[in-house]
């Protein structure tokens, strides 16, 4: 029997979050680079009633991203993306967090706008990290969002010499998912569909605890500690924004973002995380 399909990218908390709150009733594709992790979160999820598939994808390559909207549309219409999938300054290299964080999230949002059905309704999670790096000019900010995706690792700020360490790949990127988020909604609003982005803040999942271990363990921790909330969010509490983007209480909002920090970004320009200029 053929149901409205959800696609979520990334087996991690924040996409389980989200999916649990939006996907009853639909079928969930789950892709995800390490096939054991996409089938830990199938076997949660299918064991408390969802109907979930687990696939291995590559978020930084066109044809694995096409082959799971292919099995996707096998189960009916895509309805709903739910994009988590990403990788971290601490676990990648540059060249790594480009081509999954930047390009593959690119070309994810370009290849479900062409085939998401009307009334659809898509979420990609970004970065507080976006938030944090100088203001680009114009001109880089409108080629982020809108040149065409096998081009934008070729642009001139993305290239090696302009790019400082993961940190600053990371922020490069996250600022172009932002970028691309707004491109994307006018071309998904042709299709009767919405897109946003949510801008997260430290949340408590696997991959923050590898920042907490990292090389900057002791900045974040300092993040949270001295943010206005004075602690770190948790997946549900992003979940609680998507499930309000993806709902029909939202059919105004599209080609935004939204952050949630718990003040964090507000500290680091106008409280204590300010950095000593």
């Known amino acids: 029997m053929k149901k409205e399909v959800m696609i979520l990218t990334g087996a991690g908390q924040i996409?389980?979050?989200?999916?649990?709150?939006?996907?009853?009733?639909?079928?969930?594709?789950?892709?995800?680079?390490?096939?054991?992790?996409?089938?830990?979160?199938?076997?949660?999820?299918?064991?408390?009633?969802?109907?979930?598939?687990?696939?291995?994808?590559?978020?930084?390559?066109?044809?694995?991203?096409?082959?799971?909207?292919?099995?996707?549309?096998?189960?009916?219409?895509?309805?709903?993306?739910?994009?988590?999938?990403?990788?971290?300054?601490?676990?990648?290299?540059?060249?790594?967090i480009l081509e999954v964080d930047l390009y593959g999230t690119a070309v994810l949002l370009e290849e479900v706008g062409k085939v998401i059905g009307k009334g659809g309704v898509g979420v990609t999670i970004s970065s507080q990290s976006g938030h944090r790096m100088p203001a680009l000019s114009p001109e880089t900010d409108e080629l982020l969002a809108t040149t065409p995706t096998e081009n934008l690792l070729s642009l001139e700020v993305l290239q090696p010499?302009?790019?400082?360490?993961?940190?600053?790949?990371?922020?490069?990127?996250?600022?172009?998912?932002?970028?691309?988020?707004?491109?994307?909604?006018?071309?998904?609003?042709?299709?009767?569909?919405?897109?946003?982005?949510?801008?997260?803040?430290?949340?408590?999942?696997?991959l923050a605890i590898d920042e907490f271990n990292g090389p900057r363990g002791d900045f974040y921790k300092n993040m949270f500690a001295k943010c206005p909330a004075g602690r770190p969010g948790t997946?549900?509490?992003?979940?609680?924004?998507?499930?309000?983007?993806?709902?029909?209480?939202?059919?105004?909002?599209?080609?935004?973002?939204?952050?949630?920090?718990?003040?964090?970004t507000a500290s680091f320009f106008y409280g204590s995380l300010k950095p000593q200029r």
């Not at 922020?171 to 707004?182: E, L, P, T, Y």
């Not at 979940?239 to 939202?250: Q, R």
Request: hydrophobic share 45%; proline share 3%.
């Open 15 to 96: 996409g389980m979050a989200i999916a649990r709150r939006m996907g009853t009733g639909k079928k969930i594709v789950l892709g995800d680079k390490c096939m054991n992790n996409a089938e830990i979160i199938a076997q949660i999820m299918n064991n408390a009633g969802f109907d979930v598939l687990p696939m291995e994808m590559d978020l930084s390559s066109r044809s694995s991203i096409l082959s799971l909207i292919d099995e996707a549309q096998k189960h009916g219409e895509i309805s709903m993306l739910v994009n988590a999938a990403g990788v971290s300054p601490s676990q990648a290299s540059v060249k790594t």
């Open 235 to 264: 997946a549900d509490e992003v979940a609680n924004v998507a499930e309000l983007l993806m709902s029909d209480k939202a059919t105004f909002i599209t080609g935004a973002d939204f952050l949630i920090d718990g003040g964090a």
């Open 161 to 206: 010499q302009n790019i400082r360490d993961t940190l600053h790949a990371y922020q490069m990127a996250k600022r172009c998912n932002v970028k691309r988020v707004m491109a994307q909604a006018v071309k998904w609003g042709e299709r009767g569909a919405r897109i946003n982005s949510i801008s997260p803040g430290i949340i408590v999942t696997p």
